[in-house]
């Protein structure tokens, strides 16, 4: 695993370079074309250097993509990314980015998987009614990683960023949980009532999200108390930080409460109370350039292995026309999932569309998506649901990505 690790970070340390010096993309924009790139003639390789082939695919398969994003950079990341979120401005969009991380997720989860449902009986593949549930359920949220990378480049109104940033940040935690119910449903045999399954997807929910959020304050509240004794000592406070993060994520899982929600917690908090923003103090400027550095080395990682995992896959004829159908329902269930809610709140714009408008094409998919897809097993459609899920992935990052900005602009005009 570490020399798989190894050559994807060396891969993306040049792709970064590569993309700096001449592409001048958004990082994970440019990161992902090259890696899709890179993937051509990896797979002419195989049959002129098939040892060279299969060293390629054994890095990817090392490397462990699942159990590397969910079970550790993803809180690195989050964490990250909560850090220099002000939360005086996601305070006055609370309302907003509630509706939109709770109510918002399950209408797109329902619409996604109903919609995929019968888009899978037109074209005759088979997809049951609950595992085009749980499509719908880890392709709703948006992700944290991908929306807060792209957004830094869009250069939006400070309030609509906010709405984006802050939905990110908290619907992936909201959206692994509602998958989780899903999957219990789905598992579930004729031996457990509709009762006992209810029961055990509220207990999931209070252990996971209220968990997760009480879990965030009190170890964010813990390293912040450390830190703010640590005034001459800035290399001990980036460590505090590192520690609340490793040392909150695998109690995380003893506990079985979410990670993802105590890290984005903690993160807002120690972020806003040492007021990370400005910069001012050794101590501030060692904490905020250790996790923008590692924010962007973590991201490098990510993207670059989601553009090298695709060579894995055997896309046929059905998949790629669910996957291109799958677009259109994800983008309608988005819009729809977004307007339901903000129709729900007093705005101050004179032409909320246009908001909604931004927040549906804003709506970037990820990683997350992906590693929960590969958590699916093949009786569970794992194997369709994860093409169709790449498909939109790779549609999100590199269309939507690309686009956004100069989609906001003609909006504003």
């Not at 996604?112 to 019968?118: E, R, S, W």
Request: hydrophobic share 55%.
């Amino acid at each position: 695993m570490f020399e798989s690790f190894s050559i994807v970070f060396t891969i993306s340390a040049l792709f970064s370079y590569i993309n700096y010096k001449w592409l001048k993309l958004p990082t994970t924009i440019g990161l992902m074309i090259l890696s899709l790139i890179l993937i051509i003639p990896i797979t002419l390789s195989k049959t002129i250097f098939p040892e060279f082939y299969r060293f390629f695919c054994d890095i990817i398969v090392n490397a462990d993509f699942k159990t590397l994003l969910l079970n550790g950079i993803l809180s690195f990341l989050l964490f990250a990314g909560a850090l220099h979120v002000n939360l005086a401005a996601l305070k006055k969009e609370k309302k907003s980015i509630f509706l939109f991380a709770t109510l918002g997720v399950l209408i797109s989860t329902f619409l996604v998987g109903g919609l995929t449902f019968f888009g899978a009986q037109l074209i005759g593949l088979e997809l049951p009614f609950l595992h085009a549930l749980l499509f719908g359920a880890l392709i709703s949220p948006t992700d944290p990683i991908a929306v807060m990378a792209i957004l830094k480049e869009a250069n939006i109104a400070e309030s609509l960023g906010i709405k984006i940033e802050g939905e990110s940040l908290f619907n992936d935690g909201i959206g692994v949980v509602v998958f989780s119910g899903v999957l219990l449903i789905a598992a579930a045999t004729g031996e457990h009532s509709s009762t006992e399954i209810g029961t055990e997807i509220g207990t999931l929910f209070l252990e996971e999200v209220v968990g997760g959020v009480f879990y965030g304050l009190v170890i964010g509240f813990l390293g912040l108390k450390c830190i703010q004794s640590l005034k001459e000592n800035p290399q001990l406070a980036v460590m505090i930080t590192l520690a609340v993060v490793m040392g909150g994520t695998a109690g995380a899982f003893l506990l079985h409460i979410s990670a993802p929600l105590g890290m984005v917690v903690a993160g807002l908090f120690i972020g806003n109370k040492i007021h990370l923003n400005e910069d001012k103090n050794p101590v501030q400027k060692a904490i905020s350039s250790f996790w923008e550095i590692l924010d962007d080395v973590f991201n490098g990682i990510l993207f670059v292995l989601i553009g090298l995992a695709i060579h894995l896959l055997n896309f046929n004829t059905g998949y790629i026309v669910l996957g291109i159908l799958a677009i259109l329902i994800v983008l309608l269930a988005r819009f729809i999932s977004v307007l339901l809610p903000y129709s729900l709140l007093k705005h101050e714009e004179e032409k909320p569309i246009k908001t909604v408008a931004i927040l549906t094409w804003g709506g970037l998919r990820g990683g997350i998506s992906i590693a929960l897809a590969l958590s699916l097993s093949k009786e569970l459609s794992g194997d369709l649901i994860l093409h169709i899920t790449y498909i939109i992935v790779l549609f999100s990052i590199i269309v939507q990505g690309l686009s956004i900005g100069r989609f906001v602009k003609k909006l504003y005009k």
